[in-house]
């Protein structure tokens, strides 16, 4: 049914709705007894939750992939004095971050921009930028990061 694939590229994108598709029919081929009469409602509410776990998996797979930067970033940017396990938890705090402070931290810190690079580059002001690192630097060890340009590390606001 043309139906479903078009449901299902609404909502994921045509490259994933062949998948999204595929996996309704699977299951609809498996469950022939539960169908209801007319079979199109039944059939979109299954694609419905092929879809929700569709986009789960990618936002795990998003998830993943940030933990993995952040790893490597936590690796390789990190004081050389630093352990394996003060490496791990530093970015266990990092990730306990709201993705715009770790991304405010990251950019200044880590990346060398100046809190008004980092906001055009964010698209919000240079305050919010700043207001931003100061959370992040609450909320972790602030002598985990080397000091931005304009951003006192010792600073705590």
Known sequence: ???????????VGSADAHD?????????????DHMSDPPFPWLLGVARH???NHVR????????QDRVRLLTAVTSQSSPHLDFAERL??????????????EALLLTAWDGLSAEEAARLLGV????????????R?????????PSADIDPQEKS
């Open 1 to 11: 049914m043309p139906r479903i694939f078009l449901y299902a590229a609404r909502h």
């Open 20 to 32: 999204v598709a595929a996996e309704t029919f699977t299951i609809a081929w498996r469950r022939w």
């Open 50 to 52: 092929v879809v929700a």
């Open 57 to 64: 998996t990618l936002q795990r797979g998003r998830r993943l």
């Open 89 to 102: 938890e530093a970015l266990q705090r990092l990730a306990a971050l709201s993705e715009k402070e770790r």
């Open 125 to 136: 002001s240079p305050a919010a930028v700043r207001k931003r690192i100061s959370r992040a």
């Open 138 to 146: 609450a909320a972790i060890d602030v002598n985990e990061f080397p």
